[in-house]
T-cell receptor, first 116, second 109 residues
Framework: GAVVSQHPSWVICKSGTSVKIECRSL??????MFWYRQFPKQSLMLMAT?????????EQGVEKDKFLINHASLTLSTLTVTSAHPEDSSFYIC????????????FGEGSRLTVL | AQRVTQPEKLLSVFKGAPVELKCNYS??????LFWYVQYSRQRLQLLLR??SRESIKGFTADLNKGETSFHLKKPFAQEEDSAMYYC???????????FGKGTKLTVNP
């Protein structure tokens, strides 16, 4: 099956700094990728839809200036958490669809962010 | 608003016993329902989707629109089925998923 890779797997940063998380589709092209956030013991929550070559679409309640998404190529989307604070500490997961309209999403391994 | 409810956070059964993981949803349109599984230290992966009507690893799930449910069932659980299971819903034609909180299944020897 298709492979989606995230980097880094975990990151610790100081409050006020920015952190970038990469999501790559390794063996397929993805015009659309999705970013999720998972709080401890809670469900995955869709944050935004990343569209190659255009602006991301954010879900209600997600600050677009806080969580910058860039989808510059068909195999790479990045999520940058700007001016991170402890409450941004979470598990971030991306997914991508192999082939438009197939409906099957492949997920990255996830990135755990800890903001001190 | 779309919502997916998995009422059981934890479910424990013995090997060989039947297992049912419950999932209820609320959505006014025509939903597409999925079950995703996450084995220990592995990434989330699709287990099955209702439109394919497949049986994967012995698991089946039937969409019951009257009861707005999509329960996951397996007649004889195996130890390797121990994992975290997430029920998810998407609007027809959309890849946006709404997830339930997940159920951790433990199959004891």
């Amino acid at each position: 099956g298709a492979v989606v890779s995230q980097h880094p797997s975990w990151v610790i940063c100081k409050s006020g700094t920015s952190v970038k998380i990469e999501c790559r589709s390794l063996d397929f092209q993805a015009t659309t990728m999705f970013w999720y956030r998972q709080f401890p013991k809670q469900s995955l929550m869709l944050m935004a839809t990343s569209n190659e070559g255009s602006k991301a679409t954010y879900e209600q309640g997600v600050e677009k200036d806080k969580f910058l998404i860039n989808h510059a190529s068909l195999t790479l989307s990045t999520l940058t958490v700007t001016s991170a604070h402890p409450e941004d500490s979470s598990f971030y997961i991306c997914s991508a669809e192999e082939g438009a309209g197939t409906g099957e999403l492949f997920f990255g391994e996830g990135s755990r962010l800890t903001v001190l | 608003a779309q919502r997916v409810t998995q009422p059981e956070k934890l479910l424990s059964v013995f090997k060989g016993a039947p297992v049912e993981l419950k999932c209820n949803y609320s959505y006014s349109g025509s939903p597409e329902l999925f079950w995703y599984v996450q084995y220990s230290r592995q990434r989330l992966q699709l287990l099955l989707r209702h439109i394919s009507r497949e049986s994967i690893k012995g698991f089946t799930a039937d969409l019951n629109k009257g009861e707005t449910s999509f329960h996951l069932k397996k007649p004889f659980a195996q130890e390797e089925d121990s994992a975290m299971y997430y029920c998810a819903l998407s609007q027809g034609g959309s890849e946006k998923l709404v997830f339930g909180k997940g159920t951790k299944l433990t199959v004891n020897p």
